[in-house]
């Protein structure tokens, strides 16, 4: 019975990271009654996008600047629905007003392409990260690949035989000029979806040899089915 599901990292968070939780409900029709973990408390949350054709929700939430120890995320809702959570730690990342941009969309006509939707940053060095949420119907065993230039951090399964498309598949990459970004996500079977992207600025333009510098200092996931 899945009203709430718990992550904890698996290993000590910097201080003065960004902590970014995105999350895929199986219930679009929930109340989300508590988005936050034991040590930094509540989250923001940035992006929340209905996935209307299966009736799921695509969540992104951030906490800026988080205090050092090993903090364990909870995000409760007011139904049982299942939950997959994708919980990532990036540093060096602007401590306040972190985000540069962000977007998502909800794909209600079946295919297998879809896109996070577009971001044009305003900000020249940025952390990246896009997701897609499906219904994950079974395939055979294939799952989303990105375009280039991203790389996938999580793949978070269906728990259907044979399992298809990650019902979360969440992915980053590093950037650095201003101009317009997406990722294109590749199905092997035709699909509807809810896509999301969200850029966060680097901290005060560090830089070497003139490259952005960011860094994934610990990740993790979990799931819960109703």
Do not use: C, H
């Amino acid at each position: 019975n899945g009203t709430s599901l718990a992550v904890a990292m698996p290993g000590s968070v910097t201080a003065g990271s960004t902590l970014v939780l995105i999350a895929r409900l199986g219930n679009d029709g929930v109340t989300i009654s508590g988005a936050s973990d034991n040590i930094n408390g509540n989250y923001t949350q940035q992006i929340s996008r209905d996935q209307t054709i299966d009736g799921d929700r695509l969540l992104v939430y951030y906490f800026p600047n988080a205090a050092s120890g090993t903090p364990t995320f909870t995000l409760t809702i007011s139904a049982s629905a299942s939950i997959n959570l994708g919980f990532i730690e990036a540093g060096l990342v602007a401590t306040s007003s972190p985000v540069d941009q962000s977007n998502s969309a909800d794909n209600t006509v079946a295919g297998t392409s879809f896109s996070s939707s577009s971001i044009t940053t305003l900000n020249a060095n940025d952390y990246m990260i896009a997701a897609i949420s499906s219904d994950g119907t079974g395939n055979g065993g294939a799952d989303f690949t990105d375009s280039a230039g991203w790389t996938n951090r999580f793949a978070i399964n269906a728990a259907v035989t044979p399992p298809g498309p990650s019902r979360l598949y969440i992915s980053d990459r590093i950037v650095s000029a201003t101009v317009t970004y997406s990722d294109i996500f590749t199905s092997p079977v035709s699909i509807t979806s809810a896509t999301a992207i969200i850029a966060l600025k680097q901290l005060d333009a560090i830089t070497t040899a003139g490259n952005p510098i960011f860094r994934v200092n610990t990740s993790a996931w979990a799931q819960k089915w109703a």
